[in-house]
């Protein structure tokens, strides 16, 4: 590595969910973005025993004082010309947007090279887990910040305001939602009995397809915002970061699955992020702003 390289801003601000049991929100991104040699400052927006999905528990949400005072902090921190990226994901209320901002704000004033990742998480195909005004908040304050943004197809639709059945229609909503770069999971695929995440940004349209697995863990949305956001960081053109993120955790996914857990086991299959294996199907669709297949 040269001079320049090992000097490059490399940690990762990551603002999400922390649970006590289990990989979802923090515990999944931390633990992929330290794995992949990614220093992390790690910010909880709210404090779970578990995820909500295995059943109602205590819920301890900052203060938004505090929280905003926090991120302040971090704002001024005299180490944040170490900071190469934000990945922000489950908001515990929605003030905590407008802090959030804040903080991508003082992070590109420092940085401008730095990137800032929105994972809108809000809902899935059984409709919207938080509050609408969190949901507005997300689409409203955080999307239009967003260098990347990594909602599933739900997330999309809801912020759409329009449903999604197909490619096209995911295609055309998620070239209107604003962040350059577009990575919508859950997205429908070609082949049968797949599912797929879908890659847009200003000049292709890429679709890598997988097998869908019953009743998958959760968690997956989160791994996927911050394993792209690693190869992105570490230079890997965008087919090849899509590719690599999306066999990544499809492995994990699978062999969880095979060993019938209810979380992502991601520290039996840490070399799974580095090294994947699985075979995923990649597509180049044609790109509706540039009329031609890529």
């Not at 040269?2 to 969910?17: D, K």
């Not at 929280?67 to 515990?92: H, I, Q």
């Not at 804040?102 to 887990?129: I, Q, T, W």
């Not at 520290?267 to 990649?282: G, H, N, R, W």
Request: proline share 7%.
């Amino acid at each position: 590595m040269n001079t320049s390289q090992a000097e490059a801003p490399r940690a990762v601000i990551v603002v999400s969910s922390h649970v006590a049991r289990g990989s979802v929100g923090n515990r999944a991104a931390v633990f992929a973005l330290e794995t992949l040699g990614f220093p992390v400052w790690a910010v909880p927006t709210v404090i779970l025993p578990w995820h909500p999905g295995h059943g109602r528990a205590t819920r301890i949400v900052p203060p938004a004082e505090q929280f905003a005072a926090l991120m302040a902090d971090l704002a001024r921190a005299p180490w944040l010309g170490e900071v190469g990226a934000v990945l922000s994901g489950y908001l515990g209320e929605a003030s905590q947007a407008d802090a959030i901002a804040d903080l991508v704000g003082a992070v590109k004033a420092r940085n401008p090279g730095a990137l800032y990742v929105c994972d809108p998480v809000m809902g899935d195909s059984g409709g919207l887990y938080v509050p609408e005004a969190t949901a507005k908040a997300l689409r409203d304050r955080l999307m239009p910040l967003a260098d990347i943004a990594t909602p599933n197809r739900y997330e999309l639709a809801w912020m759409a305001g329009a449903d999604l059945p197909d490619l096209k229609s995911t295609t055309a909503a998620a070239l209107d939602a604003g962040p350059a770069t577009m990575l919508v999971t859950s997205a429908p695929a070609m082949m049968s009995g797949s599912t797929g995440n879908l890659l847009l940004d200003s000049s292709q349209v890429l679709l890598a397809e997988h097998r869908l697995i019953d009743r998958p863990p959760n968690g997956l949305g989160d791994l996927t915002g911050a394993v792209f956001l690693a190869r992105t960081l570490s230079g890997q053109p965008p087919a090849k970061a899509l590719q690599s993120t999306t066999a990544a955790v499809y492995e994990i996914l699978a062999r969880t699955a095979k060993r019938g857990g209810d979380e992502l086991q991601l520290e039996t299959d840490a070399q799974s992020l580095s090294q994947p294996m699985a075979m995923v199907q990649m597509r180049h669709l044609t790109h509706p702003g540039r009329g031609r297949t890529a």
